[in-house]
């Protein structure tokens, strides 16, 4: 019925070096913070592991040398999103007064969801050759912010220097938006010299 | 197999003495492999200590000197008692501060009350990792230092948010969000200024930043880029203010209308280290401040090779920590002569004024490069 059914020989002969231990280490926080992103009852504590996921997930790109990639995550997640959720959660009344729990009815769908998707991510990953002991084919720099840089704003056929310049013009739009939405008008203005005097 | 080392002329050192040290231990323990881990965590440790040493080591000299720098500007003459012109001042204070007792208030949130101040302390001993005290003292020499330093700030606000909520106050929780909206909207002319010290020095590097600078005083930064330079160092020296939550910007522990803002319910050790952040922000700032616009570790050369050579005579540290405490001493004298502006006043003058002038700034530096420089 299914033929691909086996799976290949398990890679389990990884050198344990210092780089090893390191992965392992992170990989089991975040995956601890992760969990506990979900099974906490207080809000704002589950945003505050879902910081901490991140972080080493960031942690885990510069284990990876993918030190751009690692910041844009810290700077996007750490410093963006997530604080923006937990400016939120202040700012909703009766915060942690009554714990909030997610209750899912259909235990068994959900179930075999996920037993589905770990399925599939192993039959995806572990038929990949030498996925253990493989060498980077990457050359070295390859994901400084320098090439990095030069790959995004190429002219050539593989350059995104347009696609780059619209996300620009985009960013600098909300930026002036935000600016325009805190502004006040001259209505406001008047009334508020009104109120003082 | 992986191999971690630090280049550095210490690691240097502590790389050629473990091995010889090594030979005196039995047989079996004797391996390369070992050596060079043994020599990594030695030079790891070292690292770790020197950062902490210079963190915290420094903080009770800018509370004595906070101190004195404010009797002195309200005509008085600050702590005159314990010590020569009360320097033991600080150290016994510190030893109150620690041997207080540690408390939560009822119905505060136990994990967050605790953890905020661990936060809170993360980004300034990153920044300081970073930062190059002398030409081959740095403990972090990382191509995106930069990035690195506006990634990490973040953690500052969320540190804030979370005490001032955990503590379960409403003064803490209004000095939390004004604070935290305050850093939030600071923090983009912060980073802005920076982009634009990358712009023109062409390195996200500190240390590269650094030696872009070499030559006589008039190559730094804040000189090199007629007026444009000196702009941006006034925009980082207000942004920077805001960003640490120092006077004239410290809406967010205003004491006449707030009480104590969001370390209201701190106490003892935990107080100590919401404390210690502020002034390790105030070390990390005026070290970023002297990397990027007063040359750093460089000394003030002016070009007569006479006093150029006595001046390079002075090692590389000596001018950082002069340039840093100079730059400390003016935000120290900033705190105390300018007046707090209002939350809404505050919120105006990011918005409305310095980001469009660090937008236009960057588009002028840009011109100037392309077309001048």
């Given at each position: 019925?299914f033929?691909?059914l086996?799976l290949p020989?398990?890679p389990?002969?990884?050198?344990?070096?210092g780089?090893?231990?390191a992965?392992?280490?992170v990989?089991?926080v975040?995956?601890?913070?992760?969990?506990?992103t979900?099974?906490v009852?207080?809000?704002l504590?589950?945003a505050?592991?879902?910081?901490?996921s991140?972080?080493?997930?960031?942690?885990?790109?510069?284990l990876?040398?993918?030190?751009f990639?690692?910041?844009?995550?810290?700077?996007?997640?750490v410093?963006?999103?997530?604080?923006?959720?937990v400016?939120?959660?202040?700012l909703?009344?009766?915060?942690?007064e009554?714990?909030?729990?997610t209750k899912?009815?259909?235990?068994?769908?959900?179930f075999s969801?996920?037993?589905?998707f770990?399925?599939v991510?192993?039959?995806?990953?572990?038929p990949?050759?030498?996925?253990?002991?493989?060498?980077p084919s990457?050359?070295e720099g390859?994901?400084?912010?320098?090439s990095?840089?030069i790959?995004?704003l190429g002219?050539?056929q593989?350059?995104?220097?347009?696609?780059f310049?619209?996300?620009?013009?985009?960013?600098?739009?909300?930026?002036i938006c935000a600016i325009?939405v805190?502004r006040?008008t001259?209505?406001e203005?008047?009334?508020?010299k009104?109120?003082r005097q | 197999?992986?191999?971690p080392?630090?280049?550095?002329?210490?690691?240097?050192?502590v790389?050629?003495?473990?091995?010889?040290l090594a030979?005196f231990?039995p047989?079996?323990l004797?391996?390369?492999?070992?050596?060079?881990?043994?020599?990594?965590?030695?030079?790891a440790?070292?690292?770790?200590?020197?950062?902490c040493?210079?963190n915290?080591?420094s903080?009770?000299?800018l509370?004595?000197m906070?101190?004195?720098?404010?009797?002195h500007?309200q005509?008085?003459?600050g702590?005159?008692?314990?010590g020569?012109?009360?320097t033991?001042?600080?150290?016994?204070?510190?030893?109150?501060?620690?041997?207080k007792?540690?408390?939560?208030?009822?119905g505060a949130?136990?994990?967050m009350?605790?953890?905020a101040?661990?936060?809170?302390?993360i980004?300034p001993f990153i920044?300081?990792?970073?930062?190059?005290f002398?030409?081959?003292?740095?403990?972090?020499?990382?191509?995106?230092?930069?990035?690195m330093?506006?990634?990490?700030n973040?953690f500052?606000?969320?540190?804030i948010?979370?005490?001032g909520w955990?503590?379960?106050n409403k003064y803490?929780?209004?000095g939390?969000?004004?604070?935290?909206?305050?850093?939030?909207?600071?923090?983009?002319?912060?980073?802005?200024i920076l982009?634009?010290?990358?712009?023109i020095s062409?390195?996200?590097n500190?240390?590269?930043?650094?030696?872009?600078?070499e030559g006589?005083?008039f190559d730094?930064?804040i000189?090199?880029i007629?007026v444009?330079?000196?702009?941006?160092f006034?925009l980082?020296?207000?942004?920077?203010?805001a960003?640490?939550?120092?006077?004239?910007?410290?809406i967010?522990?205003?004491?006449?209308?707030?009480t104590?803002?969001?370390h209201?319910e701190?106490?003892?050790?935990?107080?100590?280290?919401?404390?210690?952040?502020?002034?390790i922000?105030l070390i990390?700032?005026?070290?970023?401040a002297?990397t990027?616009?007063?040359?750093?570790?460089l000394?003030p050369?002016?070009?007569?090779?006479?006093i150029d050579?006595?001046?390079?005579?002075?090692?590389g540290?000596?001018?950082?920590f002069?340039?840093?405490?100079?730059?400390?001493?003016?935000?120290?004298m900033?705190?105390?002569?300018?007046?707090?502006?209002?939350?809404d006043q505050l919120?105006?003058f990011?918005?409305k004024?310095?980001?469009?002038v660090?937008?236009v700034?960057?588009?002028?530096g840009?011109?100037y490069?392309t077309i001048?420089?």
């Amino acid at each position: 019925m299914f033929p691909n059914l086996a799976l290949p020989d398990m890679p389990f002969t990884f050198p344990l070096g210092g780089m090893d231990i390191a992965f392992y280490a992170v990989a089991i926080v975040m995956l601890v913070t992760a969990v506990f992103t979900v099974a906490v009852k207080n809000i704002l504590q589950s945003a505050v592991f879902l910081i901490f996921s991140f972080v080493t997930t960031a942690i885990l790109y510069l284990l990876l040398h993918a030190e751009f990639i690692a910041l844009a995550q810290v700077m996007a997640y750490v410093g963006g999103v997530v604080i923006l959720v937990v400016f939120t959660i202040l700012l909703t009344t009766h915060l942690g007064e009554d714990a909030f729990s997610t209750k899912i009815p259909r235990l068994f769908a959900a179930f075999s969801l996920s037993a589905a998707f770990v399925f599939v991510m192993i039959k995806c990953i572990l038929p990949t050759p030498d996925i253990a002991v493989a060498t980077p084919s990457a050359p070295e720099g390859y994901s400084s912010l320098q090439s990095f840089a030069i790959r995004l704003l190429g002219y050539s056929q593989d350059g995104f220097i347009i696609p780059f310049e619209v996300v620009s013009v985009l960013l600098l739009m909300t930026l002036i938006c935000a600016i325009t939405v805190a502004r006040k008008t001259k209505d406001e203005v008047e009334k508020e010299k009104e109120v003082r005097q | 197999m992986f191999v971690p080392s630090v280049t550095n002329p210490v690691g240097d050192f502590v790389r050629e003495w473990v091995p010889k040290l090594a030979e005196f231990l039995p047989a079996s323990l004797q391996s390369d492999t070992l050596n060079s881990v043994v020599a990594f965590l030695v030079n790891a440790l070292i690292c770790v200590v020197a950062v902490c040493a210079v963190n915290i080591g420094s903080a009770p000299i800018l509370i004595y000197m906070e101190r004195k720098v404010c009797a002195h500007v309200q005509c008085r003459l600050g702590p005159m008692r314990l010590g020569w012109h009360g320097t033991i001042q600080t150290i016994a204070d510190v030893i109150k501060m620690l041997f207080k007792e540690v408390y939560a208030p009822s119905g505060a949130d136990k994990l967050m009350f605790y953890m905020a101040p661990l936060i809170v302390l993360i980004a300034p001993f990153i920044v300081c990792a970073l930062i190059p005290f002398s030409r081959d003292l740095v403990v972090a020499d990382v191509s995106m230092g930069i990035p690195m330093i506006i990634a990490v700030n973040g953690f500052g606000v969320l540190g804030i948010l979370l005490g001032g909520w955990s503590s379960n106050n409403k003064y803490s929780l209004l000095g939390a969000l004004r604070s935290g909206a305050q850093m939030i909207s600071y923090e983009i002319s912060f980073a802005m200024i920076l982009l634009f010290v990358v712009m023109i020095s062409g390195s996200t590097n500190l240390m590269s930043i650094t030696l872009g600078q070499e030559g006589t005083i008039f190559d730094w930064w804040i000189f090199k880029i007629p007026v444009l330079g000196f702009i941006a160092f006034i925009l980082f020296f207000i942004s920077s203010t805001a960003e640490m939550n120092r006077a004239p910007f410290d809406i967010a522990e205003a004491e006449q209308e707030l009480t104590g803002g969001y370390h209201t319910e701190y106490n003892g050790t935990p107080f100590a280290m919401f404390y210690l952040a502020e002034y390790i922000a105030l070390i990390t700032n005026s070290a970023l401040a002297t990397t990027c616009f007063l040359g750093g570790f460089l000394p003030p050369c002016i070009g007569i090779t006479a006093i150029d050579n006595v001046l390079n005579m002075v090692p590389g540290v000596v001018w950082f920590f002069a340039k840093v405490y100079f730059m400390i001493w003016c935000y120290m004298m900033v705190r105390w002569t300018f007046v707090r502006p209002r939350v809404d006043q505050l919120m105006d003058f990011e918005w409305k004024f310095l980001l469009p002038v660090n937008l236009v700034l960057l588009v002028v530096g840009a011109a100037y490069i392309t077309i001048g420089g």
